[in-house]
């Protein structure tokens, strides 16, 4: 999992802007900012001037779960990135397995066209073998025939 982009604070101050907060109570919620430029906001319901311990531990509860959120989002882009990468692998795979397909089809064929070709040449061989064994015999025959009228 890859680190992330911002901090995710572990300790932290409750920062209490009387003013602000008591515009943002009119849209249902309080913002505190925990760490400068981290901030999280908290309904309506909780009262600001609640015991500070409970506060931050309800703080402190909202930034785990934001934690949370952010490892499971990350935890999901490395999947997706993972997926791509072994999509193109498995693309890359499939190419060079047609390409040995292909291969294995090609030597196939010369693989038949040599047989075929032996095959004539035994053929021819077997074919010249008997004609030399006929054309021996001839040569004997002939042999004692001229034999014979001496």
Known sequence: ???????????????NNNGSQEE???AGYVNYEVEPGFTIRLR???????????LK??????????????????????LVTKSRD???QVSLLRSQVEMASEQKRCL??????????????????????REI????????RLKKKIADMI
């Open 57 to 78: 531990r309800i703080v402190s509860n909202r930034v785990a779960a934001q934690k949370s959120r952010w490892k499971k989002l990350q935890y999901i882009d490395d």
């Open 133 to 140: 064994e006929a054309n021996t015999a001839e040569i004997e």
């Open 86 to 88: 072994l999509d193109w």
């Open 44 to 54: 309506q319901n909780i009262d600001p001037t609640m015991d500070p311990k409970k």
């Open 24 to 26: 943002e109570k009119k």
């Open 108 to 129: 196939e064929r010369e693989q038949l066209e040599l047989k075929e070709s032996m095959s004539g040449w035994i053929q021819r061989f077997i074919s010249d073998q």
């Open 1 to 15: 999992m890859s680190e992330p982009s911002f901090t995710v604070p572990t300790s932290f101050q409750v920062s």
